[in-house]
């Protein structure tokens, strides 16, 4: 369809960026893919329940930058690609898929479950300075948070951890390199 200037006029935006980059990381997805976009923000994101993996952004009108972390040992880096088509926007995502699905596994505070248990995989120290060796199992209990102070209170037994979203942000965002369920 064309506009008055005779150029071809496109849906292509942020809001289907966003559902397509969904509906093409949806099929053969671990668990259940959601995307939402925030007007506020500008930004669309996919991922799942607890943890948004794909962000994309609208530098300019038809114009889509996606950027999510790398995996595995790689989880510190960042992946961005510049996209101007759905064509374009379904290959990036096609690569980055094994990359989107291991992210979407990964252990969160929101995904712990009360009364199992958990080891200590890499000793940390939590916002009250308690120390979590190495080995040392934990059975959840409970989540508490504290939206004023930004606090997690992770109720195990035999002993609590206390996370602070700015402090402890490498612990919540990684919380698989730390603990993982026995």
């Known amino acids: ?14 809001e289907a960026a966003t559902a397509l ?3 093409v990381l949806k099929p053969g997805a671990p668990i259940p893919v959601l995307a939402n976009v925030s007007q506020s923000l500008h930004k669309g994101f996919v991922g799942v329940a ?3 993996v794909v962000t994309l952004i609208e530098v300019e009108p038809g114009v889509i930058e996606l950027a999510m972390k790398d995996s595995g040992e ?16 379904t290959a990036c995502l096609e690569t980055w898929r094994a990359k989107f699905y291991w992210w979407c596994e ?14 200590v995989r890499q000793t940390f120290t939590d916002y009250y300075g308690h120390i979590f060796e190495t080995g040392q199992e934990l059975t959840f209990v409970r989540r508490n948070f504290l ?4 606090g997690h209170t992770l109720t195990f037994q035999p002993a609590s951890v206390y996370l602070q979203e700015e402090l402890q942000s490498e612990i ?3 919380l698989d390199l730390y603990l993982a369920e026995i």
């Open 1 to 14: 369809m064309a506009d008055g200037s005779g150029k071809k006029r496109t849906d292509w935006g942020l």
């Open 172 to 174: 919540l965002e990684n």
């Open 147 to 150: 939206p004023y102070d930004g």
């Open 21 to 23: 980059a969904r509906d």
């Open 106 to 119: 990964r252990l969160t505070i929101y995904r712990l479950q009360p009364q199992k248990n958990y080891r």
């Open 50 to 52: 607890d943890r948004w």
């Open 74 to 89: 790689q989880r510190a880096q960042r992946l961005t690609q510049v996209v101007r088509s759905e064509a374009e926007l």
